[in-house]
C-alpha cells in the first residue's frame, strides 16, 4: 500500500541550531504535501503546505523542500527554539483518492537542548 | 482563526458504554474527520463527511458510527466501548475552496476505557 513515513522517530537540536525533519513518500501521484506540529497534549496544528508544482516553499523560520524525483519531503526550521519542541508529521494528499483524505506519517519527535 | 472544538479533553468510561464525542467547527467548512491516535500507529482515519448527513467510511471504522445533523457539528459515536478503543481522539475540518485539503484540528480528547 501508499505509505508516508518519516526516516527518525526522534530528533535532538541544540537551541539556535537549524532543523531538519524528512519524510518520504511512495505515491507519485500525491499532489499536495502538508506539515504538522503537535505539542504535548494538543492536536495537530498546521505549519506550512507545499504543491506537487513546486520544489521549495518559505514561511516563518520555516522552509519545505520537496525532491519528486527521489519522493522526499523536508521540514527546515531555522533558528531552532524550546518553543519548537513537538512532533511533527507530514502528510500527503493522492490525486483522485478520494476527497481531502490525507495520509500521515508516524511523526518525528523534535527535542531542543538549552 | 478556524476554530475546532471537541466536548471534551479527557474522558473515562466502562466497558459497553456507548460514549458520543462531540465536534463542532466554526469556519463552515464543509468536510469534516475523526481519527485516532496511537503510538508508533500515527494518525488513523476512522469516518468523514463532505456534507450534512452524508458519512464515508474511513480506514478503521469497526466499532464506530458517525453522525453529521448540522454542518458545523459532526459527532463520533462508541456504540459499545472496549478497551482496545481507548486511544486520543482528533476532529478536523476542512473547506472544499481554495484546494480544499488543509486539515484544521481540534485539541482532541483522550478517552479511557476500563
Known amino acids: 500500500g501508499e505509505s508516508v513515513g518519516l526516516h527518525l522517530p526522534t530528533l535532538s537540536v541544540q537551541e539556535g541550531d537549524n532543523s531538519i525533519i524528512n519524510c518520504a513518500y511512495s505515491?507519485?501521484?500525491?499532489?499536495?504535501f502538508i506539515w504538522y506540529k503537535q505539542e504535548s497534549g494538543k492536536g495537530p496544528q498546521f505549519i506550512i503546505d507545499?504543491?506537487?508544482?513546486?520544489d521549495k516553499r518559505q514561511g516563518q523560520r520555516v522552509t519545505v523542500l520537496l525532491n519528486k524525483t527521489v519522493k522526499h519531503l523536508s521540514l527546515q526550521i531555522a533558528a531552532t527554539q524550546p518553543g519548537d519542541s513537538a512532533v511533527y508529521f507530514c502528510a500527503e494528499t493522492i490525486a483522485g483518492g478520494g476527497g481531502n483524505k490525507l495520509t500521515f506519517g508516524t511523526g518525528t519527535q523534535l527535542k531542543v537542548e538549552l | 482563526d478556524v476554530k475546532v472544538t471537541q466536548s471534551s479533553r479527557y474522558l473515562v468510561k466502562r466497558t459497553g458504554e456507548k460514549v458520543f464525542l462531540e465536534c463542532v467547527q466554526d469556519m463552515d467548512h464543509e468536510n469534516m474527520f475523526w481519527y485516532r491516535q496511537d503510538p508508533g500507529l500515527g494518525l488513523r482515519l476512522i469516518y468523514f463527511?463532505?456534507?450534512?448527513?452524508?458519512?464515508e467510511k474511513g480506514d478503521i471504522p469497526e466499532g464506530y458510527s458517525v453522525s453529521r445533523e448540522k454542518k458545523e457539528r459532526f459527532s463520533l459515536i462508541l456504540e459499545s466501548a472496549s478497551t482496545n478503543q481507548t486511544s486520543m481522539y482528533l476532529c478536523?475540518?476542512?473547506?472544499?475552496?481554495?484546494?480544499?485539503?488543509?486539515?484544521?484540528f481540534g485539541p482532541g480528547t483522550r478517552l479511557l476505557v476500563l
Open positions: 507545499i504543491r506537487s508544482n513546486m
Open positions: 478536523a475540518s476542512s473547506s472544499i475552496t481554495g484546494g480544499g485539503e488543509t486539515q484544521y
Open positions: 505515491n507519485s501521484a500525491s499532489d499536495y
Open positions: 463527511s463532505y456534507d450534512v448527513k452524508m458519512k
